[in-house]
């Protein structure tokens, strides 16, 4: 039986920008299953990424509800409860890595357990471990600029995913990757995925990404305008093109 483990309920965001209210994301609502995948596809400026910023408590909602394991606690926005907050419930992957250029590679995967305060034998298993499932064993001592696109890609999913948090957000993960490497990120992470059951929302606007998803949730204008739940892959790939489409046709 599936469980719920984030429930998105009438969640809206507005901008106060120079120019007046921006609506970036209105009266969203939706769930999240456990070990669910979860595809996020919109045209640009349609929410996407203030959605996730909200759910990883980086920004406070104007109105609505985020619940985690069906609590929602409204101060978890505010500092010092939003870092708890992420570092025990959320991953995060950007499309740029952000990973730290001065720290090795196995450096910047411990980091997440050093904040957490794991004792060094802890840090030493886990981080072995993760380089051996990312395959980077022997650029553990490696800084980033010496790595490739994919590879650098690879060690910040593996930063993400040291502590095992709940659930995942991926905002363009594979937008700076080539189409071989794009996949070999997306099967590290849905081997990832199956190791530690975790919940993962990937936001793209790459169809072919989004077939590797249970369920796809199009966005346009700040809302959700259209869904589709994933079946058989050929199938799929049409399908998404197709609903994706239609919304890159909507008027703005
Ligand atoms: P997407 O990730 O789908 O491209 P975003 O969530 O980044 O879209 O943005 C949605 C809308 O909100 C856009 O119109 C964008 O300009 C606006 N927006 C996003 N962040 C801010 C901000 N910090 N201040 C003002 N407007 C913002
Ligand atoms: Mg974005």
């Not at 007046?20 to 209105?26: P, R």
């Not at 045209?43 to 996407?48: D, E, V």
């Not at 606007?205 to 058989?232: N, Q």
Request: hydrophobic content about 40%; some cysteine.
């Amino acid at each position: 039986m599936s469980k719920t483990i984030l429930s998105i309920e009438d969640l809206s965001k507005t901008y106060q920008t120079a120019g007046g209210l921006v609506s970036a994301l209105d009266h969203v609502s939706f769930q999240l299953q456990e070990g669910e995948l979860l595809a996020v596809m919109g045209t640009s400026g349609s929410g996407k990424s203030t959605l996730l910023n909200l759910i990883g408590a980086m920004d406070e909602p104007t109105t609505g509800v985020i619940k985690v394991n069906g609590i929602y606690d409204k101060t978890m926005f505010k500092e010092p409860k939003a870092t708890i907050y992420r570092r025990e419930n959320i991953g995060f992957i950007f499309q740029s890595f952000n990973l730290l250029k001065d720290l090795s590679v196995e450096e910047n995967i411990a980091l997440p357990l050093i904040l957490k305060g794991e004792k060094d034998g802890v840090v030493k298993e886990k981080v072995s471990k993760m380089l051996k499932i990312i395959g980077l064993e022997e650029w553990r001592t490696h800084r980033p600029v010496e790595l490739s696109g994919g590879q650098q890609q690879r060690v910040a999913i593996g930063r993400a995913l040291i502590t095992s948090p709940p659930i995942i957000l991926a905002d363009e993960l594979t937008g700076n990757l080539d189409f071989n490497t794009s996949t070999d990120i997306l099967q590290t992470l849905l081997k990832m995925k199956e190791a530690f059951n975790q919940s993962i929302i990937i936001v793209t606007h790459d169809p072919s990404v989004a077939t590797y998803a249970d369920r796809v949730l199009f966005f346009h204008d700040g809302k959700i305008v259209d869904e589709y739940t994933c079946t058989e892959e050929t199938e799929d790939m049409n399908a998404i093109l197709q609903k994706f489409q239609r919304i890159l046709e909507r008027p703005a």
